[in-house]
């Protein structure tokens, strides 16, 4: 008879960016697999009716205000949720900004936001996260990353750069790591979020009004990131694409 611990089964998962698109899809789900998960980001009241709405479901989640640039922040948020549930078993570094612009638009404010919360912010949540998976013998860090980590158009330099940067760092940790650690990209095309809306630059913005027409629900990614934490310990998923069918 195979028998698995609890560990491998029910995890300890803190998502970041889960108050909306697929973070919140990605909570709901593994709330539901059993999962004990953490959420956090910035606007806690959204993520307060996401924990009760996995608690009314029969799961099990807690809130945390999380800002991903505060790198001291993201350490205390790890740090917490070890002290409260005993150990963190992934971390889910989706939180993500795309004010999508030209170069020559000059928005070098948003490219400072963007490096700041998709490569800082993924960083803050790996150097958080390493210390307790070195101590615990092991656990999974998952990237969202995007296909703009493979493919860069007019209008995503900035973007597409910081999703290179979370594609490369997620690898140098897969190589880098003991095998205890392991390491995944999820690589998502379109999907349903509140992504698009943070856009400013007008032409961008009309763009991706095209582009998105397309989108999948976000629980298509909540999947994918289920699938690949759901893997015996000695299976490491690197990447998984996943894009609309209609997505070219
Ligand atoms: P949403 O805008 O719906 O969600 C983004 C999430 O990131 C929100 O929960 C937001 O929470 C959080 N966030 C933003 N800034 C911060 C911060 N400083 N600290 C903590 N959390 C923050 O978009 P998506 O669900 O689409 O985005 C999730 C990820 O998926 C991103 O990394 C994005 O790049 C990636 N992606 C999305 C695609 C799509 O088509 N939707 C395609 C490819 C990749 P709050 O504002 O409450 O802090």
Do not use: C
């Amino acid at each position: 008879m195979t028998t698995t611990s609890n560990a491998e089964t029910h995890k300890v998962v803190l998502v970041t960016g889960a108050s909306s698109g697929i973070g919140e899809a990605t909570a709901l789900r593994l709330a539901r697999e059993g999962h004990v998960v953490v959420l956090g980001a910035r606007r806690t009241d959204r993520l307060q009716a996401l924990v009760e709405k996995i608690r009314a479901d029969g799961g099990t989640a807690s809130a945390q205000r999380l800002d991903v640039t505060d790198r001291e922040g993201v350490r205390a948020v790890v740090d917490r949720v070890v002290a409260e549930r005993g150990r963190i078993d992934a971390i889910v570094n989706n939180a993500g900004v795309m004010p999508l612009s030209r170069l020559d638009a000059l928005l070098v404010d948003e490219w400072d936001r963007m490096i700041d919360v998709n490569v800082r912010g993924l960083l803050h949540g790996v150097a958080a996260a390493l210390p307790h998976f070195a101590r615990q013998g092991g656990g999974h860090v998952v990237t969202v990353a995007s296909v703009g980590a493979h493919e860069v158009v007019p209008t995503s330099a900035v973007y597409s750069a910081t999703k290179f940067a979370a594609w490369a760092i997620t690898e140098g940790l897969r190589l880098e790591s003991d095998p205890g650690i392991r390491a995944t990209t999820i690589t998502p095309g379109v999907v349903e979020s509140e992504l698009a809306e943070h856009i400013s630059d007008p032409g961008a913005r009309t763009a991706m009004r095209t582009y998105r027409r397309d989108a999948i629900p976000a629980d298509a990614i909540a999947r994918a990131i289920s699938f690949a934490l759901g893997q015996p310990a000695d299976v490491d998923v690197n990447e998984i694409v996943v894009r609309p069918a209609a997505q070219r």
